[in-house]
């Protein structure tokens, strides 16, 4: 099952992420099969590719509840 979830990226305590869509049994920052966005929680900068998201959650992905959270924020949801 395919998910729309967080990837970590950055160095230690000094986090950003990225919003990729991944298997849901894969490990955290494994390979995922597309990135659609960036979020960086320090300075809340956020990036997201409206259209992919859109597209993917058309398809059946679900997004996890920190994710759902920001496309709320971000109005996309």
Same mark, same amino acid.
């Given at each position: 099952?395919?998910?729309?979830?967080? &990837?970590?990226?950055? #160095? &230690? #305590?000094?986090?950003?992420? #990225?919003?990729?869509?991944? +298997? =849901?049994?894969?490990?955290?920052?494994?390979?995922?099969? +597309?990135?659609?966005?960036?979020? =960086?929680?320090?300075?809340?900068?956020?990036?997201?590719?409206? +259209? &992919?998201?859109? =597209?993917?959650?058309?398809?059946?992905?679900?997004?996890?509840?920190?994710?759902?959270?920001?496309? #709320? &924020?971000? +109005?996309?949801?």
């Amino acid at each position: 099952m395919l998910k729309l979830r967080l &990837k970590r990226i950055g #160095r &230690k #305590r000094s986090p950003s992420y #990225r919003l990729v869509i991944m +298997e =849901n049994s894969a490990r955290r920052d494994g390979r995922p099969v +597309e990135e659609v966005g960036y979020y =960086n929680p320090i300075s809340k900068k956020s990036t997201f590719n409206t +259209e &992919k998201i859109q =597209n993917w959650l058309s398809y059946g992905v679900k997004p996890t509840k920190t994710v759902s959270a920001l496309l #709320r &924020k971000a +109005e996309i949801i």
